[in-house]
């Protein structure tokens, strides 16, 4: 359900306008979840759905930027802009804008390597660069530091236990048995592309049962309990950072045309492996 304004709102008010068939259906599961997604002004709910999309986009973007997968002893970075620590956590250097060196991440994916937390902090970090005023990320996010789930508090994720499954989403799929000398795959964390599509770093874009698959190779012996997609949903408060958003978005209304970001990227599945064109 959808309130603005401390009253419901049925979809059918809002989504006639909405060009973008991606933030169409996420704006019809909001609707069909019991859960309220509440926002101030139906600005703010036009930010939820950008954003959202920008997520999307963000996970495509670094799967196909060659960043590769390592636990936090063989993490890697572009030190150019970034202080590699002993514990294997990314440090912005000094004089070195947050934006820049986000967008390196992306751009110079084989400089770096790093497991799935902190892919997942970083795709929300990129996603909001490309939601906001630029000068604000910069200020927002001067001290940057990435390790596994820590974050800037400005960045604010929320966390909850729930199955109102979004695309932009990041959920959880918990291996139970896992190998011991394996303990990386105690897990996945993997962002929501479609109803039945995610990108886990390290997996790569597939569909749950695949990653449930994967993860099942990683267990210990003579296990059975298989691994299994968790309600742990993390997602950003976006009524908090809609207040720094873009100028176009605060000048655009829901019944304005949008362009798709990742309109042009074709998805094609056969038996276990997709493929991206």
């Known amino acids: 359900m ?140 001067s001290g940057l530091y990435l390790y596994d789930w820590q974050y800037d508090q400005d960045l604010d994720l929320r966390t909850h236990e729930g199955t109102d499954f979004l695309p932009g989403d990041c959920v959880y799929f918990k291996n139970p048995e896992y190998d011991p000398k394996t303990p990386q795959w105690q897990g996945e964390n993997a962002i929501i592309l479609d109803e039945n599509l995610y990108y886990g770093h390290g997996i790569g874009i597939t569909t749950r049962q695949v990653i449930i698959n994967f993860l099942n190779t990683k267990r210990k012996k003579n296990s059975n309990k298989s691994a299994y997609l968790t309600h742990r949903i993390t997602r950003l408060n976006v009524n908090y950072l809609s207040q720094f958003r873009l100028k176009t978005f605060r000048e655009n209304s829901l019944i304005c045309q949008h362009v798709c970001h990742f309109s042009n990227l074709i998805i094609s599945e056969i038996g276990s492996n997709t493929y991206l064109l």
């Open 2 to 141: 959808i309130k603005i304004n401390q009253k419901l709102i049925e979809v059918s008010q809002i989504g006639y306008g909405i060009s973008s068939s991606e933030k169409s259906k996420i704006l019809e599961l909001m609707g069909k979840y019991s859960k309220v997604y509440e926002y101030e002004t139906m600005e703010q709910l036009e930010f939820e759905l950008e954003i959202r999309l920008q997520i999307i986009r963000a996970a495509v973007l670094l799967y196909k930027s060659g960043v590769k997968f390592a636990t936090f002893s063989r993490s890697k970075c572009n030190e150019k802009y970034w202080r590699l620590t002993e514990k294997g956590a990314f440090v912005l250097k000094p004089n070195v804008l947050p934006q820049t060196a986000i967008e390196d991440i992306f751009l110079n994916g084989s400089k770096y390597a790093f497991e799935c937390a902190t892919a997942i902090v970083i795709i929300f970090y990129k996603a909001v660069l490309e939601s906001i005023d630029k000068e604000q990320f910069n200020r927002l996010f």
